[in-house]
Every structure is written in C-alpha cells, then in structure tokens.
C-alpha cells in the first residue's frame, strides 16, 4: 500500500498500485485483485474520481502504445494509457490534431474517455467522446466489449463520461481533424461585466472556434476579464517557440495563493493582459496548455492543497447563477487566481454522465481552508442546484450526493452498466458503493 494523491493534492491515501502495462495481461491483473478497484490514469482530475482509497489502482498509463496511424483518413488507434501530448506531437506535423482536448496535455486516452473532456471548443466540436470511432472495454469478469456508437451503443454512452466504473478501457480509435500546422491566429479583448462577456461570447461562435475567458471574481459581480478566441492557422513554416518548463520545485508550508496574494496578482494579471490585448500568432501548446509550462504547479496551494470547483448551468439562469456566484466568492474574500468562464455549444453529450451540457461553465480553484471553504462551496451548490445546473466529477472532491443526483438525470440507466469489481471515492461517496 502506498500513498496517492490526485492533482489537488487534498489527501494522500493508502492504496494498492498494480501497474497493467501489458494488454495481454490485464484481463488476470483484473481477475486477481482482492480487492475492487479502478483505473488510473495521470491522475490529473483534482478529486477522488481516480483514487480508491484502501483499495487497488490499476495504473494504466504504461499502456502507452500507438497501434495504427492513417494519415489519409485521419484515423488513430492507440492504447488507453496514451498520452494526449503524444499524439499532438505525432499528428501534428502530419497534418491532423486532436479535435478536443483539455487545458493539459498530460493526460491519458482513457481519463480523457472516462471524464469525456471538453475543450475551448465545445461550441463547434463538442468533447472528446464525440470523435471516438470506438473502444475496447475489459471488465473485471473477464468479458471484453468492443463498442461505439454504432456498435454496443449503450455501452459506449455509459463508457463516455463514465468514471472508469463500467471496466477499463484498453484501446481506442479516434478519428483525428484535419489542420495546417501548429499555428492559431488568437485575438484577446478585455471585457468589463458579465453582459459583454456573453455578447462576446455570442458574436464570436459562429467565426471563432475556440473561446475561452478568464474572470476576476474579486471584481465582485460585475466580472471584469479578458476574453480569447482562436483559428487554427496556415502560417507556412516559421520556427517554434523555444520551450520553456518550469517546475514549482517544492510544496511551500502555506499556500502562496491566499487573501494577501489574490488581489494584486489578479489585477496585474488583468492590466497586464489588457495591455497586450489585440491579435497574435500563438502556438497550439501555448494557448491550449498554457499550466503545463509550470509543471506541479498544483504544489503552490501548500500542504493542504486546494479544490477546483466547475459548475455549468442552463444559458437561461446563466447571467444570474453566475452574477450571484462571483458575489458570493466575492464576499467571502476567497477569491480564485484560476477563474475560467466559458460557454458550452447547443449539442446533446455522448455519454450518460457527461459533463459539458448546453450552458455557461465556471471553473474557479480554491486554497483548502477546510470549513470556511466548504461553507462558501454549499452557496455556490445551492446556486447551482436553484439554476438547475451540475459539477463536473472530474474535479470534485466533496459535492453532495443530492446534487449529483440532480445534475445527472441519466444515473439510474447508468447504474446498469456498472462494474461490480470497480469501486473509486468517488463512485462510494456519490453512488454509495
Ligand atoms: C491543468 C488542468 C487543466 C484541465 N483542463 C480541463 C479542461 O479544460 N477540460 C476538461 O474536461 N478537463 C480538464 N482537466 C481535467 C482532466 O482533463 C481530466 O481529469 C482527465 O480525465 C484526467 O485524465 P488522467 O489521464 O489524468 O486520468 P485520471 O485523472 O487518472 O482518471 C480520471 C478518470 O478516468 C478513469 N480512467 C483513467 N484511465 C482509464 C482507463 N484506461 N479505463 C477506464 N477508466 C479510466 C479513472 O478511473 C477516473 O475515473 C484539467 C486538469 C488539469 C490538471
């Protein structure tokens, strides 16, 4: 038993790490644990989605082998442990990109199905389970299903979006999107209050593919920010950005995001940005992953670590849930450094518990203050419950179960698909087994 912590680092646990690397062999790896598990990934969700504590993991990341590229049709086939960076840099210069992909690369195929993540483009191209030709599913009885949306289709909407609780995904095949080069032309605007953050968002659906904004929630509800959009652009060829990595070397003994901090850092943040605002030339991996140049950032929050908190409500109830919100963070003087605003499309998601839904989401991180902070996270709930909205699993540590059950009228199907040797903190917190 060792300890594991997901990327919020809120707990570090005992469990019982079994690396599968060998597909061959995983079906006995599943077999033989005594206890019931699940997979992890990179263990990039923030919660308890990957971890199962006092119980076993099955790590999967070494399942990292690309089995088929076509570069005439565009078609991916890979192991589940597959790194998303990886395939960015194989297609890439091949002339095709992963249509969806989060706001890190280091992730893995199968987080990436389990969670089905969104990106910066949910408009246009929905999330990751939407370009899925299929995937290979092993349960822990043994029985293998090969599934998609044509094939086994509701195993595969129960699959999408589905927690890594109906089996471990060991293959997929991903049909890829055709691009020029690594080039996006990128405009930044600043943006004062929330009605001209929706008018932006509005006017630049139908010509920009992706858009995203940060928001200062210390502005209260006015919600000053600056709003980004992006195309993917034939720039010819030009040499690339020289990379530069970063690592927070160590796990200071207080949080360096705090009251003290926030406030001056947001508001550099803001006129600094709003200074350089206008139209650029960006590389894919800085305007899609711009955190993973500092890596382990997430060791900035101190010994307690911190929560990410990402709700999305119906468009309707969404200038008000979102007013009201930034007011309550406002009030309670824990603000977030990482607050992202952004619009789903009007598209009906691939899986049963999907997260993105038609709507505006927020995602705001939070420095663990234990109490004070569980107690501004029961306003935000109940602002999100009364807009009818949900919280996306992936980053959860401590939703009610009476909001997951609202958010998520799909989970009574779901549970029919389950694995019954498959068990996370989550899945007992949430589901109770
Ligand atoms: C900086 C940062 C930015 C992010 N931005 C976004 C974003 O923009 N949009 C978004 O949607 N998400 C975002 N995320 C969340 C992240 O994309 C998801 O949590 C993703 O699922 C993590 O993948 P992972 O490989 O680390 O999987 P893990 O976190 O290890 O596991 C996630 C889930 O996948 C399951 N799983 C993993 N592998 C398998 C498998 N082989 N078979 C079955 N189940 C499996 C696990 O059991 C678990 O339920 C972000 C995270 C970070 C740290």
Redesign the pocket.
């Known amino acids: 038993m060792i300890p594991v912590s997901?990327?919020g680092r809120l707990t570090a646990l005992a469990h019982q790490t079994v690396a599968v690397n060998d597909p061959a062999g995983i079906a006995d790896c599943l077999r033989q644990s005594a206890l019931p598990g699940?997979?992890?990934?990179?263990?990039?969700?923030?919660g308890d989605?990957?971890l199962n504590p006092g119980g076993t993991l099955w790590m999967?990341a070494g399942?990292d082998h690309l089995i088929a590229f076509d570069d005439v049709s565009g078609r991916l086939v890979c192991e589940?442990?597959v790194l998303l960076r990886d395939i960015q840099r194989l297609a890439i210069p091949r002339g095709w990109i992963l249509p969806v992909t989060?706001?890190?690369q280091m992730?893995?195929v199968?987080?990436?199905i389990?969670?089905d993540?969104?990106?910066k483009n949910h408009h246009v191209l929905g999330s990751f389970g939407d370009h899925l030709i299929s995937l290979t599913l092993l349960r822990t009885d043994g029985q293998v299903l090969h599934c998609g949306p044509g094939e086994l289709p509701d195993w595969f909407a129960a699959t999408v979006g589905g927690?890594?609780l109906t089996?471990?995904?060991?293959q997929a095949e991903i049909q890829l999107r055709r691009v020029a080069g690594p080039w996006l032309d990128t405009e930044t605007m600043a943006y004062a209050g929330l009605e001209a953050f929706f008018e932006l968002a509005d006017a630049s659906e139908a010509d920009w593919e992706h858009t995203v904004s940060w928001i200062d929630c210390l502005a209260g509800g006015q919600g000053r920010g600056l709003f980004m959009r992006a195309n993917p652009v034939d720039a010819g060829p030009r040499p690339l950005p020289r990379a530069r990595r970063l690592t927070m070397p160590f796990v200071p003994p207080v949080s360096l995001v705090n009251r003290l901090s926030l406030r001056p850092f947001n508001l550099a943040y803001f006129h600094l940005n709003q200074w350089k605002a206008g139209r650029a030339l960006a590389h894919y991996e800085s305007f899609f992953y711009p955190?993973d140049n500092l890596s382990q950032w997430n060791r900035m929050y101190g010994p307690r670590g911190f929560y990410q908190y990402q709700s999305v409500v119906p468009r309707e109830a969404g200038l008000d849930a979102v007013r009201e919100m930034l007011a309550a963070i406002a009030q309670s003087g824990d603000g977030s450094f990482l607050a992202v605003l952004k619009t789903f499309g009007n598209r009906q998601a691939p899986g049963m518990l999907s997260?993105a839904r038609p709507g505006v989401t927020l995602a705001l991180d939070f420095p663990n203050h234990g109490d004070r902070t569980h107690r501004l996270f029961e306003r935000l709930d109940a602002i999100v419950q009364a807009a009818g909205g949900r919280i996306y699993a992936?980053?959860d540590a401590r939703m009610p179960r009476a909001l997951f059950e609202s958010g998520y009228p799909r989970l009574a199907e779901f549970q029919k698909y389950r694995d019954p040797g498959i068990s996370?903190g989550l899945s007992r917190r949430l589901m109770g087994n």
Do not use: E, Q
């Open positions: 997901s990327w699940v997979a992890h990934g990179m263990g990039r969700s923030y989605v990957c999967t399942l589940a442990g989060p706001g890190t992730v893995t199968g987080g990436a389990a969670n993540v969104h990106g927690l890594g089996g471990v995904i060991v955190l997260f992936a980053k996370s």
